[in-house]
């Protein structure tokens, strides 16, 4: 586009009424104007699909809150050994596995 411009540019300065078949100053003028009509569209979606998706990543956010809330909730009513608690997404405390601890270095 940098390019179009400075060579619509140069083509009025250098002779306005020269012609290529087809292609005139106007006929280029005219392009870039729908070129930039165009850019300009695609910023603005753009930029509503930022805030679309920043919109989601705030109402994900509030739902994995929700979810931590409910775990919570069942963990202290049933206990964290509970069917209950596994129902809804936790570990229960029986089947964790149990800390691995490593050798020490041997000297």
Not at 32 to 46: A, F, K, P, S, Y
Not at 94 to 104: D, G, I, Q
């Amino acid at each position: 586009l940098a390019q179009a411009r400075k060579v619509l540019s140069s083509w009025v300065q250098i002779d306005e009424q020269m012609v290529f078949g087809p292609v005139n100053p106007g006929a280029l003028t005219m392009e870039l104007n729908q070129v930039r009509g165009l850019e300009e569209q695609i910023t603005d979606l753009e930029n509503q699909l930022t805030d679309l998706r920043n919109r989601r990543a705030a109402h994900h956010q509030t739902v994995w809150d929700m979810l931590k809330r409910v775990r919570a909730g069942v963990k202290a009513i049933y206990g964290d050994d509970s069917s209950e608690y596994e129902m809804v997404g936790g570990t229960r405390t029986s089947e964790r596995k149990s800390a691995r601890r490593t050798a020490p270095p041997v000297e």
